[in-house]
């Protein structure tokens, strides 16, 4: 993993970050982690391995399909 050092951090804004952290029960580093992640987004998932893991829940869990028609006449069964 790498290091990133930031130089020159004005007080104010270091206060702000020390306080953010506190109140999210964060050190500042993984505030400011945190931070850089919500502002830069997340990578985008290989699409490969999304597939894998949808199929891997779908294995798991056994239940019927969702479709469209089993969601309407499970919705519809409560109401007559």
Do not use: Y
């Not at 964060?26 to 985008?44: F, H, Q, W, Y």
């Amino acid at each position: 993993m790498a290091t990133l050092t930031i130089k020159g951090i004005p007080e104010p804004l270091h206060q702000r970050i020390r306080e953010s952290a506190d109140m999210n029960h964060r050190s500042i580093n993984s505030e400011v982690i945190a931070r850089l992640e919500a502002s830069l987004g997340s990578p985008r998932p290989d699409r490969a391995e999304m597939l894998e893991r949808v199929r891997d829940v779908r294995s798991r869990h056994g239940g019927p399909r969702l479709t469209e028609a089993w969601l309407r006449e499970t919705k519809d069964a409560g109401r007559s």
